[in-house]
């Protein structure tokens, strides 16, 4: 097991006769089992631990050392330098090891085991050897184990600090501060979240930086767009199904709450949701159990819901479109996004944000906006939000100017409306040096209008319906169109 490791252990004994035992009772494992330093006062000990390498794996201690600094005092403070260093104490105080009130205050102090001094051959070896030799080897696995650990968890961290730095909430105005300091309240308790706000606000990052700050943040984050999903389908995605359920169910399948156990769920556009699926919801957010389809037994998962909606959700209760009582479910903790002109101090950060972030993505320098321009973005009423103003900034990259001015901010904000040469107010689409292909035109002019009409919408669902299609065919749309 350690023929590739070497277990580097530190001696804390002030008696040289058991020092001679310990040396005697490690002497046949001496490839394995380094005694590389002993000391003979608690001081010295956290000294040498405090000094940095060579990083002790295991302490072997005498429970009454001499000095200021023994006992349950020491198994502290050296636990204190290192979480993860594993300490045996050995001990003259009792030959009875059945004294459990003496092992738990050891065990409660951070020590791994314990043994007496004096067991059979008390002229040559510490304890029992095979038992002593044992406990060190498994003392080193679960230091190498908790080493691991603490690395995974490392780079956890990193990863959730990379995800809330790309998804950061920027603006310095006081109703960004508010929301902030709601996202913290909200982090700080596992009660279910509605995010109520306009589409484009920046409702899924709310819920991620709610999530990535609360204590499930090293679990899964599933955001779920209800209304993308189809309604015949909504309650397999959401709870699963057993095999052979139902026709075509060749194989079991996890539902997406089932995938987020001890985690997050965000439900995006929950107003969406069909009346049966709210249904199920509502029991699973009543019992923390999933009714799996096909399944008899009801499958217990620890999930915490995250919903967001952009309709007044009051008035589809009302309606009889939503259920009052998953509303009230719902609505635990409640949190407003603003939208975009109700913080316009924040569109300059904004701009320039997206402008660096972009810029660098692209490896080119950042284009200065003349004075004139940026007033327009300033004073623009951006009923997109967010998502507008960074669709806007993108376009604006895309003509790769290294000064921008008025002409190509009205442009890219679509200021000119229809223009004689053809009608979609995109000049350079009618250029005779550089005639498009019919495919070329047609994605320009779908971009355009599914752009057009999604910020003219209250959701995406709403916007697959106005263009008539499916909520899955318009997310795989705007997905191929560089919308999503």
């Known amino acids: 097991m350690f023929s590739d490791r070497r277990v580097k252990i530190l001696l804390i004994e002030d008696e040289e006769y058991d020092v001679r035992r310990v040396r005697n009772t490690l002497k046949p494992f001496s490839n394995t089992l380094l005694l590389k330093k002993i000391v003979s006062s608690g001081e010295a000990a956290v000294e040498a631990l405090e000094k940095g390498p060579p990083d002790y794996d295991v302490v072997i201690m005498d ?6 600094l023994s006992g349950e005092r020491l198994i502290k403070r050296m636990k204190q330098i290192d979480p993860t260093i594993q300490i045996i104490v050995i001990t003259k105080m009792t030959i009875n090891i059945s004294d459990f009130e003496f092992a738990n205050r050891l065990l409660e102090a951070g020590a791994m085991w314990y ?22 080897f498994n003392a080193a696995e679960k230091r190498f184990l908790e080493k ?11 990863n959730i600090q990379h995800i809330l730095l790309e998804k950061e909430i920027i603006g310095n105005s006081s109703s960004i501060r508010k929301l902030q300091e709601e996202i913290q309240k909200a982090a700080q308790t596992d009660a279910t979240v509605l995010i109520h706000g306009g589409s484009g606000t920046g409702k899924e990052l709310v819920a991620t930086h709610i999530h990535y700050h609360s204590r499930r943040k090293l679990e899964n984050f599933i955001p779920i767009n209800c209304g993308s999903l189809p309604q015949e389908l909504i309650e397999s995605e959401l709870f699963g199904f057993e095999k052979g359920s139902f026709t075509g169910a060749q194989s079991k399948k996890p539902g997406l709450l089932e995938l987020a156990h001890h985690g997050s769920v965000f439900l995006d556009e929950i107003g969406e949701l069909p009346p049966s699926a709210q249904s199920k919801l509502l029991r699973f957010i009543q019992e923390g159990e999933i009714d799996k389809i096909g399944r008899t037994e009801k499958l217990k998962v620890n999930v915490r819901i995250i919903a967001a909606t952009n309709k ?16 009230y479910r ?27 972030k972009f810029c660098r993505e692209m490896g080119r320098e950042v284009p200065r906006i003349e004075s004139s321009a940026r007033q327009l973005l300033e004073n623009y009423d951006w009923p997109g939000n967010v998502r507008e103003l960074q669709n806007v900034v993108q376009r604006l990259l895309l003509r790769n100017e290294t000064e921008i001015g008025e002409p190509e901010v009205t442009d890219a904000l679509g200021y000119h409306g229809r223009s004689g040469a053809g009608g979609w107010g995109e000049a350079e689409l009618w250029q005779p040096h550089q005639i498009l292909s019919l495919k070329e035109m047609e994605n320009q002019f779908r971009k355009k209008y599914f752009h057009f009409v999604r910020n003219h919408s ?11 299609l499916a909520p899955p065919n318009y997310h795989r749309m705007c997905k191929e169109l560089g919308l999503k």
Not at 63 to 68: S, T, V
Not at 115 to 136: A, M, R
Not at 148 to 158: A, G, I, N, T, V
Not at 458 to 468: N, P
């Open 330 to 356: 719902l609505n635990v903790f409640s949190i407003w996004v603003p939208p975009l002109k109700d913080h316009r101090e924040d569109v300059t950060i904004l701009i320039n944000y997206f402008l660096q």
């Open 458 to 468: 209250a959701s995406d669902a709403e916007a697959a319906r106005k263009l008539g």
């Open 63 to 68: 429970f009454q050392i001499a000095g200021g």
């Open 115 to 136: 043994c007496t001094k004096y067991p059979g051959d008390i002229e040559e070896y510490i304890y029992q050897p095979t038992d002593f030799i044992l406990s060190l």
């Open 312 to 327: 007044n959700i009051t008035e589809e209760v009302q309606a009889k479109r939503f259920r009052e009582d998953l509303y």
């Open 148 to 158: 691991e650990r603490e690395r995974s968890e490392d780079k956890l961290f990193q």
